[in-house]
C-alpha cells in the first residue's frame, strides 16, 4: 500500500526508512501488506493513485453532482452505475478496460481475507514493577518474575493484554475491569 503520509500512520516521515505506527504495522502485518507511505507534500510520489482520484471525480461525482439522494442505499446505487461504466469503459490508447486489467492481473493475485477479524490493539510501555506486575488501565497484571524493573510493551484490546519484553510475547491475560485489582499467572511468581 502506498498510503500519504498521516500523522496517525507514521510515527517519523522518511523517503527511505519511514517509522510506521505499531498499531498501523500491525493491521498491515495482519493482512498481509506492506505499507510503503509516501514523502509529505509530495503527491508526484504515487501518480497512478492521483489520477485514479481525478478520473472518479470527473466520471462519477461530476455526473452527480446535480441530483437529490434521500437515502445512503440510493447514493450507493447511483455510484455502483456510474462505477461499472467506468471500469467497462475501453482505454483511450491502450486495448482493454479497467475491468479487464482487474481480472488478468489483480484478481488471481487476491487471497481470501483472514477468518478472525482484526482486533485494534493500543500500544503503550510500561516497567514492571518489584511485585512482577505490570500496571495497565488502573489493573495489575503479572508478568515472569525474572522481567522485575525491566521495561515491558503492553498490548491493551478489547479483550485482553497482551506483554512483550524486547518483542516477543511473555504473557497474555484476560482484560479485567476491576480498578486496583490484581491478575496473576500461577506460573509467574518466583
Known amino acids: ?3 500519504d503520509n498521516p500523522k496517525t500512520g507514521v510515527d517519523k516521515a522518511c523517503f ?14 495482519y493482512y498481509g501488506v506492506a505499507i510503503l507511505p509516501t514523502r509529505p507534500g509530495k503527491p508526484r510520489d504515487k501518480p497512478k493513485v492521483e489520477h485514479a482520484v481525478l478520473h472518479a471525480e470527473r466520471r462519477i461525482l461530476a455526473r452527480l453532482r446535480h441530483q437529490t439522494f434521500f437515502s445512503l442505499a440510493e447514493l450507493n446505487a ?5 462505477l461499472n461504466e467506468l471500469n467497462a469503459r475501453p482505454f483511450q490508447k491502450m486495448s482493454g478496460s479497467r475491468l479487464l486489467l482487474f481480472e488478468e492481473l489483480d ?15 493500543k500500544w503503550s510501555e510500561a516497567k514492571a514493577n518489584i511485585d512482577y506486575h505490570v500496571q495497565v488501565d488502573y489493573h495489575a497484571y503479572s508478568v515472569p518474575y525474572a522481567l ?4 515491558i510493551e503492553v498490548r491493551l484490546c478489547a479483550h485482553t493484554v497482551e506483554l512483550f519484553h524486547k518483542g516477543r510475547r511473555v504473557a497474555a491475560h484476560a482484560r479485567s475491569r476491576v480498578r486496583g485489582g490484581h491478575t496473576t499467572e500461577p506460573s509467574h511468581p518466583p
Not at 447511483?78 to 456510474?82: D, L, N, S
Not at 522485575?148 to 521495561?151: N, V
Open 1 to 3: 500500500m502506498v498510503p
Open 148 to 151: 522485575t524493573q525491566k521495561k
Open 78 to 82: 447511483a455510484i455502483r452505475k456510474c
Open 16 to 29: 527511505y526508512e519511514p517509522k510506521i505506527n505499531d498499531s498501523y504495522q500491525e493491521a498491515a502485518d
Open 107 to 121: 484478481q488471481p493475485a487476491l487471497r481470501p481475507l483472514p477468518t478472525h477479524r482484526y482486533e485494534l490493539g
